[in-house]
């Protein structure tokens, strides 16, 4: 028995049109899930370094407080009369209207 071996001449572009669909497969993943996430990360930070005293938030506990002051990375909550908690900034997701904002768009309509 004898074995033929042929040999198959590669082109020059055959090597970068085997990855093309692992660049495509990158780039699809890069704009439907990392981009998005950047985005909330930064308009997350901003909304962490623009926080003052004052402001009602919800943390990621779900604990819903008024920020009644700071000290470096912790936040000092007022959850109820006479009763403070101290979180870490970090924790805060997100910010709550006020009531003047709250009330304002339901007497719009």
Do not use: H, W
Not at 16 to 42: D, E, H, S, T
Request: charged letters at 15%; one cysteine or more; hydrophobic letters at 40%.
């Amino acid at each position: 028995m004898q074995l033929n071996c042929f040999l198959i001449a590669a082109s020059p572009n055959s090597g970068l049109v085997q990855l093309l669909p692992f660049v495509l497969i990158f780039g699809v993943f890069y704009l439907l899930l990392i981009v998005p996430q950047q985005r909330q990360r930064k308009k997350t930070q901003e909304m962490l370094a623009n926080l003052k005293s004052g402001d009602r938030v919800v943390t990621s506990g779900g604990i819903y407080g008024t920020i009644m002051g700071f000290r470096d990375n912790v936040v000092q909550l007022q959850v109820a009369n006479q009763v403070r908690i101290d979180v870490s900034r970090s924790a805060i997701t997100g910010l709550q209207p006020n009531e003047s904002e709250a009330e304002a768009p339901k007497k719009k309509s």
